[in-house]
């Protein structure tokens, strides 16, 4: 089964705590994002990442860490820095410069 | 600096009325334009995009460069259409940095 899979679904921590989502990807794509959809807000881009071992910042980069230390890997750390954590994340790949971007099911994390 | 704007939150229609989801960009040279849809429950997905020039499940898309908009179209709306739509233009010379429009509501009442 190929695709752009995500977990948990759920996750809940504790304030002040670093939690990490996971993102994976089987579609050999180059690029992978992570945003964060809140209510009314639409999608907000965190981090992006072109190819190996690279990634930039999105709009909302503060408070959040990445790595990709494999092409089908894009693991998002949510740090205790993050003064709003509860939200939806979404992970998405694409293959190059072009294209659609293909999108995980999502994470949804409770911060209390 | 790049922005791509979708006015409306909101768009509550009647089944069988038209629909018009409005989106503006303003980005300098030539983006590729792209709709994606979020159903209920389901991920987020491309619906059209552009440069095909084709109609998905009845919608069409008119990238108008001189108004820098691209607007979605469906004439006779369908219950099933009731869904979260987002604008994505994609502008090359950015690399991969893509970003979304806000996002609009789509009701369709019976």
């Known amino acids: 089964d190929g695709g752009i899979t995500q977990s948990p679904k759920y996750l809940f921590r504790k304030e002040g705590q670093n939690v990490t989502l996971s993102c994976e990807q089987n579609l050999n794509h180059d690029a992978m994002y992570w945003y964060r959809q809140d209510p009314g807000q639409g999608l907000r881009l965190i981090y992006y990442s072109q190819i190996v071992n690279d990634f930039q910042k999105g709009d909302i980069a503060e408070g959040y860490s990445v790595s990709r230390e494999k092409k089908e890997s894009f693991p998002l750390t949510v740090t205790s820095a993050q003064k709003n954590p509860t939200a939806f994340y979404l992970c998405?790949?694409?293959?190059?410069?072009?294209?659609?971007?293909?999108f995980g099911p999502g994470t949804r994390l409770t911060v209390t | 600096a790049q922005r791509v704007t979708q006015p409306e939150k909101l768009l509550s229609v009647f089944k069988g009325a038209p629909v018009e989801l409005k989106c503006n960009y303003s980005y300098s040279g030539s983006p590729e334009l792209f709709w994606y849809v979020q159903y209920s429950r389901q991920r987020l997905q491309l619906l059209l995009r552009?440069?095909s020039r084709e109609s998905i499940k009845g919608f069409t898309a008119d990238l108008n460069k001189g108004e820098t908009s691209f607007h979605l179209k469906k004439p006779f709306a369908q219950e099933e259409d009731s869904a979260m739509y987002y604008c994505?233009?994609?502008?090359?010379?950015?690399?991969?940095?893509?970003?979304f429009g806000g996002g609009t509501r789509v009701l369709v009442k019976p």
């Open positions: 994505a233009p994609v502008l090359q010379a950015a690399g991969n940095k893509l970003t």
């Open positions: 998405a790949s694409r293959l190059g410069q072009s294209g659609e971007q293909y």
């Open positions: 552009h440069i």
